[in-house]
């Protein structure tokens, strides 16, 4: 695996027909920034807004995964984001001037050939790995998945597919390296059983499909009508059902071509961590709402461990504590209150934000000409989202403080400039006891590590 990080070398143009909305657009891959990972732009809509491919951003699974932002939403992303990790690309601008990728052949093929036509360059950065240092677990009993990850020197996934029918049976692939990526796994076209494919039409899906994109295994004795019905919908003067139980005269490319294709959607889906992968995945019965699902917790246990980078959340979603919430609970008043909104909390994490300003009173007296926040105030405002972590664990949090009792490990990496957005996040090392609370933080500017710290306190009753 290269050490540096890559984008395109020039852009590369594709159009085509979306399989679920029937509408033809053109794509764009275009060359980015360091660290700007996978970026899909709505060029279509006022603003041209921009949706970032992560996990946080899925907000729906049901045959393809869709990633939103606002009101934007791009659907169908898997084929997409497989191809640009298959090529090893990490940085890109998807630009689109629809809501949907095209389908292409069902496969990621053209999109692979589209970003080798353009070429691939290295950049400065090294490239961040999301590696996986311990078995990692994920199943959903009421469907059967199953997902792990454990630790490995490459990036290898190994997929398990039984649908309990005679004509598709028990398929397994394996991608040892991700080398292997584009001459055996980005052709697996994806597929459907014609079951499925009748409550698709039915429900007014598939308004770009064909027989040429997507593999039809017959699973049971079609009705009367469905085959005329077929030719008529996809404008075939003739619709068969091959000895191979699949519909029409495709051919497969591979005997095991759908479980392929499950290998190539779970490449495309955990793509959505927002790094590339250092480990091994196994998955049996693998679709998009158990590998998106998959991707938040791999992402989630190991920040807890303090391994990954900035907290990945959804500016657009509500907070769940706004100031005045938040001064509902600690006792903290402007110019000292160092919070602005808690994005998230839990019984053993919380993430907070601070907008720092030029108005800061602060800033009058701390290095006026060259304004820098200073770092015991970093630190004050890394305390002061613990002490919501820590005063949502009583019960009437407005008749506690918080107070400090040990600071270890403070470590100042940039410095914090006014237009600059602190995102605190911070872990219980061990649960409360006594009220007594230990945990480790760290705060982000972007994507950087600007500050981090262990941090005791204990709370107390005041009233």
């Given amino acids: 695996m290269s050490?540096?990080?890559t984008t395109?070398?020039?852009s590369a143009e594709l159009q085509g027909v979306g399989l679920h909305t029937g509408k033809t657009v053109v794509m764009r891959f275009l060359p980015s920034a360091e660290n700007t990972g996978y970026v899909f732009r709505r060029i279509d809509l006022e603003g041209k807004p921009e949706i970032e491919a992560l996990a946080v951003n899925v907000t729906a699974t049901e045959r393809g995964t869709t990633i939103s932002k606002g009101s934007a939403a791009v659907h169908t992303?898997?084929?997409v984001l497989a191809a640009l990790v298959g090529c090893e690309i990490d940085n890109c601008i998807i630009e689109l001037d629809g809501p949907e990728p095209p389908i292409m052949d069902g496969s990621a093929h053209e999109f692979v050939e589209a970003i080798l036509s353009a070429g691939k360059k290295e950049q400065l950065s090294s490239r961040d790995y999301l590696i996986i240092k311990e078995i990692t677990h994920y199943y959903d009993s009421e469907k059967d998945v199953e997902i792990i990850a454990m630790p490995h020197d490459g990036y290898s996934v190994t997929v398990m597919v039984d649908y309990g029918t005679r004509v598709l049976g028990s398929q397994n692939a394996t991608m040892a390296n991700i080398s292997d990526f584009i001459p055996h796994f980005s052709k697996a076209r994806t597929f459907s059983f014609l079951h499925e494919l009748e409550y698709l039409l039915d429900n007014g899906l598939i308004k770009g499909g064909d027989l040429n994109n997507a593999i039809v295994y017959v699973d049971k004795e079609p009705k009367p009508d469905t085959l005329e019905r077929l030719k008529t919908i996809f404008k075939k003067e003739d619709v068969s059902i091959r000895p191979n139980g699949i519909l029409d005269n495709l051919e497969l490319h591979y005997s095991n071509e759908a479980a392929r294709h499950k290998l190539l959607d779970v490449i495309g889906d955990l793509a959505l961590i927002g790094k590339p992968i250092k480990g091994r995945i196994i998955a049996t019965k693998p679709g998009h709402k158990g590998n998106a699902e998959f991707a938040k917790m791999l992402l989630e246990r190991l920040?807890?461990?303090?391994?990954?980078?900035?907290p990945v959340y959804n500016?657009?979603?509500?907070?769940?504590?706004?100031?005045n919430a938040i001064m509902n609970v600690l006792p903290h008043r402007p110019p000292f209150l160092f919070v602005d909104k808690i994005m998230e909390l839990s019984e053993t994490h919380v993430v907070g934000m601070k907008n720092v300003t030029m108005n800061e009173a602060f800033f009058v007296?701390?290095?006026?000409?060259?304004?820098?926040?200073?770092?015991?105030?970093?630190v004050e405002a890394m305390a002061q989202v613990g002490?919501?972590?820590?005063?949502?664990?009583?019960?009437?949090?407005?008749?506690?403080?918080?107070?400090?009792?040990k600071i270890d490990g403070v470590k100042f990496k940039q410095k914090v400039v006014p237009g600059d957005t602190l995102v605190?996040?911070?872990r219980m090392l061990a649960p409360m006891r006594r009220g007594i609370i230990s945990m480790k933080g760290q705060a982000f500017v972007g994507k950087k590590l600007v500050c981090e710290a262990e941090l005791m306190a204990q709370i107390s009753k005041y009233k």
């Fill in 424 to 426: 605190f996040d911070l």
């Fill in 303 to 310: 920040r807890k461990e303090g391994r990954v980078g900035a």
């Fill in 77 to 79: 992303v898997e084929h």
């Fill in 3 to 5: 050490t540096l990080q």
């Fill in 315 to 323: 500016a657009e979603a509500e907070p769940a504590m706004d100031v």
């Fill in 365 to 378: 007296g701390h290095f006026p000409g060259s304004p820098v926040m200073p770092g015991v105030l970093q």
């Fill in 8 to 10: 395109l070398q020039k």
């Fill in 387 to 405: 002490g919501i972590l820590a005063l949502s664990l009583v019960p009437d949090p407005e008749n506690y403080l918080t107070f400090f009792l």
